[in-house]
């Protein structure tokens, strides 16, 4: 039964449906362009990814053939999708032509004309005459300033200049306004300032990083501060826009700090967005709310649905998350009505923006309001500039005060904005869609949405039982945006460092062998720190060590599967105890990052967990053939002692990979860790002694290769060796496992990963945005340590300057110091040695090249092996910075004439392990595909960070030899495959024959 308030809001939205009258949003009329490719959008979901993709690239192409290109390649070609009309237009067209050109000249001058209908001008002083005809209109605005990704604080301080910029234009031409309804002096409707700015917190700090929550806060703080003076001086409205959930928490932070500031204190025109979209929102309105009556203030709030459910939905995803956003309109529509009354019953400390184009919603605002005696100067409503007219016109003609988000700035920055419009405007359960085109009735768009959210609970289906082990999942990493995470990785170094140094024996046949000669493994960002000692194994214990493992063998070879998977199992469940201690101890030992150290933890656990249900899966034997008479199984069995040779770089992840593919398996090991990350090898030989590992089963056996390293290799028992490491040490290991002893009755096989000189593309229409931050990070995470990272970025002469100018000036934001202290994004090199041969690399380019960018760490660094993040150009391809692993933060940018140069350039070295390519037309995209010759290829993409399953890794040439770890085929080089055949058929007879299909 409806409540009278539900009465209410019912004929209040009817009301305001009959004021629109029949309009529709000129973005569905069918007579203009827009209307109809919005028309096709709804229609065809195909069309609707080529079209938005298409309209995200035209700014970026400078030749008219390169858009006659692209249109072919999005409408056209095997993916393509687009009314017949369409294809028949494009596909007549050449390159040249006059009719291409045309064309092609309508097109972007069309999809321009899209803009304008959300984006009001490209600076501010083109926008003054549209602003102006809204205010002439009886509208109120709030500007945003649109513009490129921030990824340098170059980028940074021109925005805030912008800012400040808009404010003196709107300041100067305020003078000549009249106020809105019964306003006076700079007051519309006598309580709301004429002018009205939205800024994006992440425009005033380009590397705003949670894990360095403070630090950012604080650097947007002080870039944010003189804007807000200014508008205070002048008795202008800021609102903090709320972006991704990511910033969330930030975003309130740098909210409320500046807030308690005693020259904003009293200030009551600085407001917040709370987006209703997130599950959290009801928490941070009442934290908002919480905090503003225990100072005492009144704060504006913007109630919004939210604009990035995609993205927020894609990322949780792939980070297996908690998606953080209502999955469901209905949800969100309710909340905000929740959140709306919430803000209402605290009107005396809130003055709120009710931002919303659904009628039901409004409506809601409206009756509520009646209902607890709000006064009309504690609320006003919003809309999109360019968007929902007919609200907008019903609204005005209700005398409601109205205020338009009007978006300023150039095409390309603005095709973001652009794209997250028309999602909106076609989304299938968009209130615009389902009122103006799909022409829902009336009293559904009207209905409670806590009614459609109970009709669709009582359909749910009943939640299906699991299975005893259930389908493999990537395991999370942490999330630094929840303060208590941060809090508790800080514990955990706080935790290593009382514990250091540690103490790491020998472990051979399950005994704790201490020795006199030790191993100091130290801190790469502060050398003078001891992590831990190891002891130092010598020719006699590697002996003993096999010794150990081959007795051990029978036993361990011949444990069912599922108990060894188990114990994988396990050892997985003691990482996730020990998650953040194991991740602090690679940021002292190693000089990870936080983010690096934990994405090495969290790979640690997907290996245990994947290649447990990979053993069982394999442990299956398969019956191979189909004739009547015959039983012939595959299956597999383990080789026998298998040599783990582990890198420093990722001292957990790839150690734990290897060795626990091998025990999964059946075979024993023998484990030599490196000796710069002896003490991480040793936490995690501890993680399997807890799961349950039998003694003599995994041997710890640190010590240097000139010493024990060619004893293991020629070992006539050991049968096979897992390295990953340098090219020069896998070749040797390579050639010393060829040469077999007399005694031996085996071959040995070798897996080895060697590492790579990787290349990313750039193509001419890249995306600029996300190719800058995904370069750096390729180039320069964990100081360009990884076999994966990028040393040569390889640009098409289109994009060149563009793209160096940004990059240049974003590589010279970066912030470099000693990791522990999350605000630094790289930090020192593993020791002296890679210091030294790093710097003489840079010698080299110097040279021969030119520097674009030496970035020294941060004073105070001076304890520490750091190296400059160094980029060159003017290099030629066969130059050996360009031909040799360097390992360290040194990137060569080169020229390429054309995609197909470019390719030749990218597969011109040795190695063949990892590449990257940033493009948008996908006939170059399919090209790089079959042509750019590495194991693993990334598009648009960074070429870093591998997830076990979802990107088996490894490489060929000499990349490294062997199969990709983290993916199918990767147990299989443990073991041996044996094949049983049995001949079933006695005196004529076998059974099991099918006579139903002869």
Sequence with gaps: MATALEERIYRTGKWLYELIEGESPSIFKKEYWSGKVIEWCMKDEKFKVQMFRFIDVLPYLTRTESVVQHLNEYFCGPDGSAPPVLQWGIKGMGLMSFTSKFMAQSIAENIKNMGKLFIAAETPQEALPVLEKLRKDGLAFSVDLLGEAVVSEAEAEEYQRRYMELLDTLGEAQKSWTPLGDGSGNLDWGYAPMINVSIKPSAMYSQMRPQAFDYSVDQARERLRPILRKAVSMGAHITLDMEHYELKDMTFALFQRLKEEPEFREYPEFGIVIQSYLKSSEEDCKRILAWAEKNKMRIPIRLVKGAYWDAEVIWARQKNWPIPVFTRKAETDARFEKLAALLLQNHQRVYFACASHNIRSISFVIETAKDLKVPHSAYEFQILFGM??????????????????????????????????????????????????????????????????????SKKPAAESEATLPPFKNEPPTDWTVEANRRSFASALREVRKSMPFQAPLIIDGKKIKTEEIIESRNPNSFSEIVGVASKANGSHAQKAVEAAWKAFPSWGDTPPERRAEILIRAAEEARKKRHFLAALQVLEVGKSWSEADADVCEAIDFLEYYAREMIRLSRPRRMGDVPGEISELFYEPRGVALVVAPWNFPLAISTGMTSAALVTGNTVVYKPSSQSAITGYMMVTLFEKAGLPPGVLNYLPGPGRIIGDHLLRHPLVHMIAFTGSKEVGLHIIAQAAQTPPEAQHVKSVIAEMGGKNAIIIDSDADLDEAVVHVLHSAFGYQGQKCSACSRVIVLEENYDRFVTRLKAAAESIEIGPVEDPRFFMGAVIDEGAQKKIMEYIEHGKKDGKVLVMKTPEKGAEGGYFVPLTIFTDLPPDHRLCQEEIFGPVLVVIKARTFDEALDIANGTAFALTGGVFSRSPQNIEKAKKAFRVGNLYINRGITGAIVNRHPFGGFKLSGIGSKAGGPDYLLQFMVPRNNVENTMRRGFAPDIDFSDL
């Design 388 to 457: 929902a007219e007919p609200v907008r016109n019903a609204l005005r003609k209700a005398g409601l005060p109205l205020r338009l988000y009007t978006p300023i700035g150039e095409m390309i920055p603005g095709m973001a904005y652009l794209i997250r419009r028309l999602l909106e405007n076609t989304a299938n359960e968009s209130f615009l869609r389902l009122s103006f085109s799909e022409g829902k009735s009336i009293d559904e768009l009207l209905k409670n949405p806590l009614e459609l959210i109970n009709t669709r609970e």
